[in-house]
């Protein structure tokens, strides 16, 4: 087995890993991140995300990126509309270009992250298939073509089903008991002119209990939706989702008596239906200190859906960055004060995100949405 050694090495090239090794060498110190995918191109990043001003945004300026990131953000797509299932607006709350959460492309945010990189940093197409702890005290990452590399200092920022986190944690993801399903319309405006007007410049959620069709407009007219439905997870696998046609009629079956212009969200769309299940580490997950590894984002702190998600990853990495930075002789103390402040960031934060998904998808939605929204300040 052909086995190469790296001081640092990440393991995912999601936001939070790249965001860790853009501010790692910022401060002068060099990283090797591994990725299972072939290369920046190989799957689509996702949809919208709002970078927020007291985390996100701090961490693209401690990365020095923040000019770039300015340059990204779509106009309008703060703009937030809640619906009741009729297509009735009970909240239309727009975009006033005031936002301290502007929204970009999680696409493009990533390849400017990637971009600011030396050349070689990312290591593509290496699946993870294991990892160890050597007798030394570092620790061994396999992969699925027969290499592997050790570390004296290993980052888990894998994601929900990460191949680190058993080296700290015996914790798992668990279903929270309702899944998203993503579909896309393309050219919205002139081929879905009521659907596009549904949905409005930014956000739209039409919602009631224990369901939801949730779409983002995102640049060039499209609208990217993500439909809430609360099923067991038998329920999902008996949809064949490779039968695209059979998925959107099940899953618009769910839906029947909604507005047209909603459905058609589901309906009309452009690309096949994916299945997106949503699961959670507990709200509370920590672990003792392990010599020389850690994790960061959805691989520490998994949580439903909450705007939070990339924000909490990528400042995770630039807080560990920065504690790296300064403790260059110990790097253990730089650890420690890592996961001493994440812990009870990031389970405050899955609280919120737990009260999220009630009031998103509880009895009294959409009314306690619109509450949300309106005894919430908005910026």
Request: hydrophobic share 40%; aromatic share 6%; proline share 7%.
């Amino acid at each position: 087995m052909n086995t190469e050694h790296q001081p640092i090495v990440i393991v995912g090239a999601g936001l939070g890993g790249l965001t860790l090794a853009r501010v790692l060498h910022v401060n002068g110190i060099a990283s090797a991140v591994y990725e299972a995918e072939s290369s920046p191109t190989a799957r689509t990043q996702g949809g919208m995300l709002d970078i927020h001003d007291f985390n996100g945004q701090i961490a693209l300026k401690q990365a020095g990126l923040y000019e770039e990131f300015l340059g990204l953000v779509h106009e309008g797509g703060q703009a937030t509309r809640v619906l009741d299932q009729h297509g009735t607006v009970l909240l239309d709350d727009p975009d006033d270009g005031a936002s301290l959460r502007p929204e970009v492309p999680r696409g493009e945010l990533r390849r400017v992250l990637l971009e600011s990189l030396p050349e070689g940093t990312v290591r593509w197409g290496h699946k993870v298939t294991g990892t160890r702890t050597l007798a030394d005290g570092r620790h061994e990452v396999s992969f699925a073509d027969g290499s592997a590399v050790t570390a004296d200092l290993l980052v888990g920022a894998d994601g929900a089903w990460s191949r680190v986190r058993p080296l700290v944690s015996d914790a798992k993801p668990e279903y929270v008991g309702m899944s998203f399903v993503e579909t896309y319309l393309h050219d919205a405006d002139t081929r879905h002119p009521a659907a596009a007007q549904a949905v409005g410049t930014g956000a739209m959620l039409a919602l009631a209990p224990g369901k939801g069709i949730q779409a983002h407009r995102e640049p060039g007219g499209v609208l990217h939706t993500y439909v809430a439905l609360t099923k067991p997870a038998e329920w999902f696998a008996d949809i064949d989702f490779t039968d695209a046609a059979e998925a959107r009629s099940r899953v618009a079956a769910e839906f029947t008596g909604w507005a047209p212009e909603l459905t058609a969200l589901i309906t009309d769309a452009d690309t096949p239906p994916v299945l997106r299940s949503l699961h959670t580490l507990p709200a509370d997950h920590s672990w003792p200190r392990v010599p020389g590894v850690t994790l960061i984002g959805d691989a520490a702190h998994l949580m439903p859906p909450s705007g939070e998600g990339a924000n909490l990853a990528m400042y995770d990495a630039a807080q560990l960055a920065t504690l790296l930075a300064a403790h260059p002789t110990s790097p253990e103390t730089a650890l420690h004060l890592h996961e001493s402040a994440m812990f009870p960031r990031s389970a405050e934060e899955a609280k919120d995100s737990a009260e999220l998904l009630t009031i998103s998808f509880g009895p009294t939605t959409p009314h306690s949405m619109t509450t949300f929204f309106t005894n919430t300040p908005q910026p």
